[in-house]
């Protein structure tokens, strides 16, 4: 078989698990669903050729057209981002090993406890929480963004619901929910937050957000009603306080530098027991 010429191929980029990817801009240029389903036809003969084992190819979001093309050569959806779908193809032998899609989303609950042993709690706007009835007083909590390490989360949920800014001090604990919104999973993480010296202890809730936020004594906390169950986010409410309250180290978060041989990582933090610090 001949190869095919370099014009009648898709610029791709490798990738260390013999891989390859086709960028939004590179499949924008064709000029019509025939010249993209020649093309695209044309490098999966010279990628699998070249021992590919799988191919991504960004769709730009305003080529859907294309969709249905790349579909009919076996390509299936992957994830979708604002500007473009992102689409694969498993072109090994045996079962597709390619990674799926984000099997959970993130989210951080924030435990902060001040001088008079009080712990901030607050109350939910909307969501499941404000259907509680009776009004349902919890920790501060909120998803982690792209790109966003824990701890940073933990600092920004605080000051944008609360306006208080404060400083990450440990984790204390996790939960891991198997089903959650949109049929993922989500693993939501409890930290330790203290005030910033010399900052102010005054709430200013934000509205949009929260019906509702006040310090309140840790026994008054522990002694709510839905405090007594044995339920998962019980559990790990009383955990977590009882982790703060005492000398317990935690995972403290240590800094690393960036891998000069790997700029696109960027910094990397990891969390440890304190003790290895």
């Given at each position: ?88 193809l498993w072109l090994g032998k045996g079962d597709n090993s390619l990674p799926s899609n984000a099997s959970h989303s993130v989210g ?85 937050c203290m005030l910033v010296e010399g900052s102010s202890a005054e709430i200013r809730r934000q509205a949009e957000e929260l019906a ?41 978060r240590l800094r690393l530098a960036n891998d000069p041989k790997d700029p696109r990582r960027g910094e990397t933090s990891i969390y ?6």
């Open positions: 078989m001949c190869a095919a010429k370099e014009e009648e191929v898709f610029p791709s980029k490798g990738d260390p698990y013999k891989g390859v990817s086709v960028s939004a801009q590179d499949v924008a240029a064709c000029a019509s669903t025939e010249s993209f389903s020649q093309k695209l036809a044309s490098s999966i003969d010279s990628w699998r050729a070249a021992g590919r084992l799988g191919v991504w190819i960004e769709v730009p979001a305003m080529r859907s057209e294309l969709i249905g093309a790349a579909q009919a050569q076996g390509f299936t959806f992957h994830h979708a981002e604002p500007g473009y779908l992102m689409m694969s951080m609950g924030m435990v902060c406890i001040n001088e008079h042993d009080e712990v901030l709690v607050v109350q939910e706007a909307s969501g499941p929480a404000a259907m509680r009835k009776g009004g349902f007083w919890k920790v501060p909590t909120g998803l982690v963004n792209a790109g966003e390490e824990l701890s940073a989360c933990a600092v920004r949920e605080m000051k944008e619901e609360t306006g208080l800014d404060v400083t990450f001090i440990k984790l204390l604990g996790m939960r891991d929910l198997q089903l959650a919104l949109h049929g993922k999973g989500n693993l939501f993480f409890m930290c330790q509702d936020a006040r310090w309140m004594k840790i026994d008054e906390y522990l002694a709510l009603p839905y405090y007594q169950h044995d339920g998962a986010y019980a559990e790990l409410a009383r955990a977590t306080i009882a982790a703060a309250r005492s000398e317990s180290e935690g995972l403290r440890v027991h304190s003790a290895r610090l």
